[in-house]
């Protein structure tokens, strides 16, 4: 079955430094989304891609997160500096395409601690 | 605005109690889209059921069901004969035709053998 890739599984990093995460979307899926989750909360969207254009990033902190999709596939969304607030779960999720709001599909997410 | 609120924090039953989790939306639009995911420890989001606004009629998947009633804006999701295996947190969430997913806070199910 085929699923959304997410690594690492768990990083610890320590406050102001940078750290990047990736994601394999499922194959064909032409939108990708980055969210984050605070403990105890629902996940927010960070960013949104369809193919490998930005659809929307109005969440994104762009003075410290950056997010990019090359060639419309895979994803890498960084922090540099990072802040303790920033410990959460950031999780990718794919979709055939936005139009509809076809389900998203979840990668297992990669947890984030900031000492 | 859009805002999903799910009231139920935390819900406790023993197994094969039925349980129903509640779930309200606001939107503006007329087109919209509601989903119910999973969140067992593991931490991934598992995809239960995705609803679109002109179809109000009930679903059943084995031992889950959905009401989906637009004059109250609620699309609640019952489990019946509850089994440990189904505790996790469950989130209901919106999305206008974009894709982007608003999501409710979770509900937190704990079934008790």
């Known amino acids: 079955e085929a699923e959304v890739a997410q690594s690492p599984r768990y990083k610890i990093t320590e406050k102001s430094q940078a750290v990047a995460f990736w994601c394999d979307p499922i194959?064909?899926?032409?939108?990708l989304y980055w969210y984050r989750q605070i403990l105890g909360q629902g996940p927010e969207l960070l960013v949104q891609f369809q193919d490998e254009s930005v659809v929307d990033d109005s969440q994104l902190p762009k003075d410290r997160f950056s997010a990019e999709r090359l060639k419309g596939v895979d994803s890498t969304l960084k922090i540099q500096p990072a802040e303790l607030g920033d410990s959460a779960m950031y999780l990718c999720?794919?979709?055939?395409?936005?139009?509809?709001?076809?389900?998203?599909?979840f990668g297992q997410g990669t947890r984030l601690t900031v000492v | 605005a859009q805002k999903v609120t799910q009231a139920q924090t935390e819900i406790s039953v023993v197994e094969k109690e039925d349980v129903t989790l509640d779930c309200v939306y606001e939107?503006?639009?007329?087109?919209?889209?509601l989903f119910w995911y999973k969140q067992p420890p593991s931490g991934e989001l598992v995809f239960l059921i995705r609803?679109?606004?002109?179809?109000?009629q009930n679903e059943i998947s084995g031992r889950y069901s959905w009401n989906f009633q637009k004059s109250t804006s609620s699309f609640n999701f019952t489990i019946t004969a509850s089994q440990v295996v189904d505790s996790a947190v469950y989130f209901c969430a919106l999305s206008e035709n974009t894709g982007k997913l608003i999501f409710g806070q979770g509900t937190t199910l704990q079934v008790k053998p």
């Open positions: 194959s064909g899926h032409a939108t």
């Open positions: 939107t503006r639009d007329t087109t919209y889209y």
């Open positions: 609803r679109n606004s002109f179809d109000e």
């Open positions: 999720a794919s979709s055939l395409d936005r139009v509809e709001s076809t389900e998203a599909f």
